[in-house]
């Protein structure tokens, strides 16, 4: 039984490019924000972390890319899985540190106790709402490399060699967090919290519990496969709590006006770069499924050599060595090139793929295996502009109809489907449920496609005691090592193995 580690309410996960980064000049006190509210900093910190998890780039965050959802035009390394040119895994671990420093001022300034019931109640809702997104950042970096700083990382920078934790027991220990959270948030009567400062759920506190609740679900059932006892009882807490309901979603809608924009915007307007597109794997996979969500996922091109308009799909080849023009293949769908389109965390879509899962590896849910499917796929059908009667010949096709027998198959290929766009947690869920096939690269095979992302190289150099102390404890700092959820590849599929 592993011990049960000391809560905590931030982790900085401290490395030595990071700290020079973000160095102060020696006369300002990093610990007192003395001009800047906590509410700001909460809605800064937020967008600030919004912006890299959803970011589409060879620079910050190349998850779209391993989940094979886009390809690099021009620039291929990364889909080619070379992350050493440009130090992907050291940006992107940084750029998570700086909202969660931020996140940890906003409760020095949140935390004091006051002699009004009314403000502790909101004090309260607004610590725990901080912390579950301070969860969800964590997440994402144990669920990208394994073992991480965790128990021993500090509020600042003196300790630049903290040691790394293991990501199973953190895990459990956030999951508490969370279930912490639910227990806290108060939505009665005189309950308050960020207000119009929470650009998420607009200082919604039922819907911060909802969110709760669908964090610790998805948490739970990355143990499916590891403890299922542990996996059942995060189900049920879950439900228990409440989570999304239809029309439910956790997400930014940008302001639209710049620096506040969505990444693709950001990337391909603001930036004015081409440098990726839509990969063949997914168009060829939705093509051969006549999928009525393809015109709000791509652009199609005309393929006739008179321009005469001959109109079709065309998907980029995954991780070609060569540029290809980028006239030459389908983009992402206009919609998806708006200032204001959203980022999403979560939502009722991702929920109710999870309990079909739960309830197809027969634990107990609120409907059947093939309800939460199919309810899964109708909402995502409508979500992506469609009626939901465009649903009904769709779950009709042999492979899509729900089987029992192929229930990893069918939830892990339809789920895949509809987290396009939210690249982290679609590469998560191929490594959690190992469909659908995946492309090898160009003069690659399945044995090259990652399982993980490799520490930050500045690890290596300034905290490297720890550092080689994780990568061994893991089985290795290298992107073929499996996360302590991944255990049980799917023999009917390579590409996992």
């Known amino acids: 039984m592993m011990m049960k580690m000391k809560k905590i309410y931030l982790v900085v996960l401290v490395l030595g490019a990071l700290v020079t980064a973000c160095e102060l000049p020696d006369n300002v006190n990093p610990k007192a924000a003395s001009e800047v509210p906590a509410t700001t900093l909460f809605s800064n910190a937020t967008q600030e972390f919004m912006q890299t998890y959803d970011a589409i780039s060879m620079n910050i965050n190349i998850s779209r890319f391993l989940a094979q959802y886009a390809s690099q035009v021009n620039y291929t390394d990364e889909s080619r899985y070379n992350f050493e040119d440009r130090s992907i895994p050291d940006t992107y671990w940084s750029w998570i540190y700086l909202p969660l420093r931020d996140y940890q001022e906003v409760r020095n300034l949140v935390s004091p106790i006051s002699g009004s019931a009314e403000y ?86 039922a819907m911060w519990k909802k969110a709760a609740a669908s964090l610790l679900l998805r948490m739970g059932m990355r143990f499916a496969d590891v403890d299922a006892s542990t996996a059942r009882t995060a189900l049920a807490d879950a439900l228990n709590a409440g989570v999304f309901e239809e029309g439910d979603i956790w997400q930014l809608v ?84 708006a200032a204001n389109y959203p980022s999403v965390l979560s939502d009722y879509v991702e929920v109710q793929f999870l309990l079909a899962e739960a309830a197809a590896r027969g634990f107990t849910t609120p409907m059947t295996a093939v309800e939460h499917y199919e309810a899964a796929v109708t909402a995502s059908i409508v979500a992506w502009g469609n009626d939901a009667a465009d649903a009904a010949p769709y779950l009709a096709l042999a492979d899509v109809q729900y089987d029992q027998a192929r229930w990893k198959e069918l939830i892990g290929t339809q789920k895949w489907i509809a987290l ?7 590469y998560a869920s191929w490594r959690m449920l190992d469909w659908p096939v995946m492309d090898p690269p160009e003069d690659m095979t399945q044995a090259d496609i990652p399982l993980r992302w490799p520490y930050p190289f500045n690890e290596k150099d300034l905290n490297n005691a720890n550092y080689s102390a994780a990568a061994t ?16 590849p799917n023999s009917d599929n390579p590409s996992p193995n």
């Open 120 to 205: 502790n109640l909101n004090r309260d809702n607004k610590l725990a709402i901080v912390d579950i997104m301070e969860v969800f950042m964590l997440q994402s970096l144990v669920d990208y490399m394994g073992d991480i700083p965790y128990s021993e990382a500090l509020q600042g920078t003196e300790d630049k060699t903290p040691a790394y934790d293991d990501a199973e027991t953190i895990y459990r220990d956030m999951m508490d967090r969370l279930r912490d959270d639910i227990a806290t948030l108060n939505a009665g009567a005189g309950a308050g919290s960020w207000g119009d400062e929470d650009i998420i759920f607009e200082g919604d506190v």
């Open 254 to 337: 940008y302001p639209g006006v710049t620096p506040h924009v969505n990444p693709i915007y950001d990337a391909f307007i603001v930036d004015n770069r081409f440098d990726y597109a839509p990969s063949l794997t997914i168009i060829s996979r939705m093509e051969e499924l006549f999928d009525p969500r393809m015109d709000e996922y791509f652009s199609q091109i005309d393929t006739s050599a008179d321009g005469s308009g001959k109109f079709a799909y065309v998907g980029l080849e995954y991780g070609l060595a060569a540029a290809v023009p980028y006239n030459s293949i389908s983009h992402f769908g206009d919609g998806m090139f």
């Open 420 to 426: 396009y766009n939210r690249g982290n947690e679609g």
């Open 473 to 488: 404890a893991i089985g290795g700092d290298d992107i073929r090592t499996r996360l302590f959820w991944d255990v049980t």
